[in-house]
Nanobody
C-alpha cells in the first residue's frame, strides 16, 4: 500500500513558478513509477508528466514540455514537479499517482493540490 500527499500548490501570476511535491509512504517507493495529472474545472483529467521507476526516465505532455520538470528523491520518498513559465491554462487541481513496476495502471492517487495562475 502506498499513500501519496501532494503539496506546494497555490496562486501565482503568469510567468511565475511553483514546485509541487508528492510525498509517499512505503519502503519500496523507488520501484514505483510516478505521474502527475491535472484536472481543470469542466475538463477531463489529463496527463502532465511521469518518471519511470527504472533509470528515472521521464515523459511529458506536449503542453508542458520545456516548462515543467519532474524529478524524484528516493531517499526522501518524494517526487517533485517544477513548474516554470506558468500560464493561466495551467490552472487546475494537480494530482500525483503511483504504479508499481508490475502494473500498467496507476493504482494509488493523492488528494490533489490546487494551482491557480492569474493573468
Amino acid at each position: 500500500q502506498v499513500q501519496l500527499v501532494e503539496s506546494g500548490g497555490g496562486l501565482v501570476q503568469a510567468g511565475g513558478s511553483l514546485r509541487l511535491s508528492c510525498a509517499a509512504s512505503g519502503r519500496t517507493f523507488s520501484t514505483y513509477s510516478v505521474g502527475w495529472f491535472r484536472q481543470a474545472p469542466g475538463k477531463e483529467r489529463e496527463f502532465v508528466a511521469a518518471i519511470i521507476w527504472s533509470f528515472g526516465s521521464t515523459r511529458y505532455a506536449d503542453s508542458v514540455k520545456g516548462r515543467f520538470t519532474i524529478s524524484r528523491d528516493n531517499a526522501k520518498n518524494t517526487v517533485y514537479l517544477q513548474m516554470n513559465s506558468l500560464k493561466p491554462e495551467d490552472t487546475a487541481v494537480y494530482y500525483c499517482a503511483a504504479r508499481s513496476r508490475y502494473s500498467d495502471e496507476y493504482e494509488y492517487w493523492g488528494q490533489g493540490t490546487q494551482v491557480t495562475v492569474s493573468s
